[in-house]
């Protein structure tokens, strides 16, 4: 037969537990969001500094070949790839030959190129559309290597509580 003391013991044990749950999602959810703008507000800012140093081109069309680093592919995955569009969607230059989605509509986008997701932040100015983009996959990695330092003082609470 169970005494009232153990029988508050579990439910207390089962109510920190949930709740530590409702927390840890909640959190997760949060700072999913907030990492997300933060990132976007980051492909924002590399597209107006494109555009801002954009005075060398010229009308003319970027070479497959040019002077944008060669590295090999693993490499370039992890880095975002810059693009300047002519409005009719020739491409003048990329800093990643080979690498990145076309051309999008003005704004964020989320979109599949070459088997892969990326988050692209388009913005025109004059006769130029700058494109800044980076693969999905880089974003959740950079994300999840956050959220272990988040939950390990969610972690020590529960266990101190416990």
């Known amino acids: 037969m169970k005494s009232i003391r153990s029988h508050l013991l579990t ?52 070479a497959a070949s040019g002077s944008a680093p060669q590295g090999q592919p693993d490499e370039d ?13 020739q491409l003048l230059f ?28 388009a913005v025109d100015e004059d006769d130029r559309v700058v494109q800044v983009a980076v693969t999905t996959a880089i974003r959740r990695q950079h994300f999840y290597d956050l959220v272990r330092w988040l939950t390990l003082p969610l972690l020590l609470l529960v266990l101190l509580l416990g």
């Open 11 to 62: 439910l207390q044990a089962s109510a920190l537990l949930i709740t530590a749950l409702v927390v840890s999602l909640m959190t997760f959810r949060l700072a999913w969001n907030g990492f997300n703008n933060v990132r976007d507000l980051g492909l924002e800012q590399i597209a107006a500094t494109v555009l801002r140093h954009d005075t060398s081109l010229d009308g003319e069309p970027f």
């Open 77 to 89: 995955e992890d880095h975002f790839v810059s693009q300047i569009w002519t409005r009719d969607g």
């Open 94 to 121: 990329s800093s990643l030959p080979q690498v990145g989605p076309p051309l999008q509509s003005v704004g964020h986008h989320i979109v599949t190129w070459q088997g892969q997701s990326w988050r692209v932040f």
